[in-house]
């Protein structure tokens, strides 16, 4: 069995996988030791563990887990399934090459195309030769709603909420309307640029706002909210079989 620790900006993801089962996800604000000492009790066959985090300062973590697990950091040095052509691979993060790793290897020989929708909306490709190349990155939706508000003197702060119109006839709708439409048109033009650029392709919607899209695109889209833990799980597969 393996243990996926995913250490965020604001939250903490751990996963619990038995061979190609994932038999436990919770999401916490705060890490604590006691949780770890649950996990081994419920789970003895635990034997290796993947660390991804935002912050350096995992030595502590390390230090417990390694008295139980065989551990790997993920990390720009980690060895992984594809072929990395990013310029700078010490900046990008690591939540965008594990989803797109998580989608490569889902769809196998096929080009794959990532859709993350959460603080920022990111897109990550990876060709059918198992190479990513990189993406794209843009404000994500409650960012979206923030900066009109913080930026402007009058408009107020809107909260999502579902809509089935294209023109808002008050202001709280011509922002919602302005956002979320904008959103997704965004989306949809980035995957029909994708799909005149590259055949068979494949996109894979996930993050916390994908529910949110999935009606709205009008693209063929698969949603796979925990497309970045499976991409950690393949990497760990990966490193263990090396």
Same mark, same amino acid.
């Given at each position: 069995?393996? &243990?996926? !620790?995913?250490?965020? *900006?604001? %939250?903490? +993801? =751990?996963? #619990?996988? /038995?061979?190609?089962?994932?038999?436990?996800?919770?999401?916490?604000?705060?890490?604590?030791?006691?949780?770890?000492?649950?996990?081994?009790?419920?789970?003895?066959?635990?034997?290796?563990?993947?660390?991804?985090?935002?912050?350096?300062?995992?030595?502590?973590?390390?230090?417990?887990?390694?008295?139980? &697990?065989? !551990?790997?950091?993920? *990390?720009? %040095?980690? +060895? =992984?399934? #594809?072929? /990395?052509?990013?310029?700078?691979?010490?900046?990008?993060?690591?939540?965008?090459?594990?989803?797109?790793?998580?989608?490569?290897?889902?769809?196998?020989?096929?080009?794959?195309?990532?859709?993350?929708?959460?603080?920022?909306?990111?897109?990550?490709?990876?060709?059918?030769?198992?190479?990513?190349?990189?993406?794209? !990155?843009?404000?994500?939706?409650?960012?979206?709603?923030?900066?009109?508000?913080?930026?402007?003197?009058?408009?107020?702060?809107?909260?999502?909420?579902?809509?089935?119109?294209?023109?808002?006839?008050?202001?709280?709708?011509?922002?919602?309307?302005?956002?979320?439409?904008?959103?997704?048109?965004?989306?949809?033009?980035?995957?029909?640029?994708?799909?005149?650029?590259?055949?068979?392709?494949?996109?894979?919607?996930?993050?916390?706002?994908?529910?949110?899209?999935?009606?709205?695109?009008?693209?063929?889209?698969?949603?796979?909210?925990?497309?970045?833990?499976?991409?950690?799980?393949?990497?760990?597969?990966?490193?263990?079989?090396?």
């Amino acid at each position: 069995m393996q &243990l996926i !620790i995913d250490i965020g *900006n604001s %939250k903490i +993801k =751990i996963a #619990v996988f /038995n061979k190609q089962d994932l038999v436990e996800f919770n999401s916490f604000p705060k890490l604590t030791y006691k949780k770890f000492e649950d996990l081994f009790t419920k789970y003895p066959a635990l034997s290796s563990c993947l660390i991804c985090s935002v912050s350096d300062d995992i030595d502590a973590l390390k230090a417990l887990l390694e008295q139980h &697990l065989k !551990i790997t950091v993920f *990390n720009y %040095k980690t +060895k =992984i399934p #594809v072929t /990395n052509l990013y310029g700078t691979p010490k900046t990008l993060g690591y939540d965008r090459l594990a989803g797109a790793i998580g989608a490569n290897n889902l769809y196998k020989g096929k080009n794959v195309l990532v859709i993350d929708s959460g603080t920022c909306v990111t897109y990550n490709f990876v060709s059918a030769k198992d190479e990513y190349l990189g993406g794209s !990155i843009s404000p994500g939706l409650d960012m979206r709603f923030n900066a009109l508000n913080h930026f402007t003197a009058k408009l107020p702060l809107v909260e999502f909420e579902e809509i089935d119109q294209l023109t808002g006839d008050d202001t709280k709708y011509s922002i919602l309307t302005g956002v979320i439409n904008g959103m997704a048109y965004e989306m949809d033009g980035f995957i029909n640029a994708y799909t005149t650029k590259y055949k068979q392709l494949q996109v894979v919607l996930t993050g916390g706002n994908a529910n949110r899209f999935e009606k709205a695109l009008k693209n063929s889209i698969f949603v796979h909210p925990n497309i970045v833990l499976w991409g950690l799980k393949t990497i760990l597969d990966y490193n263990n079989e090396e």
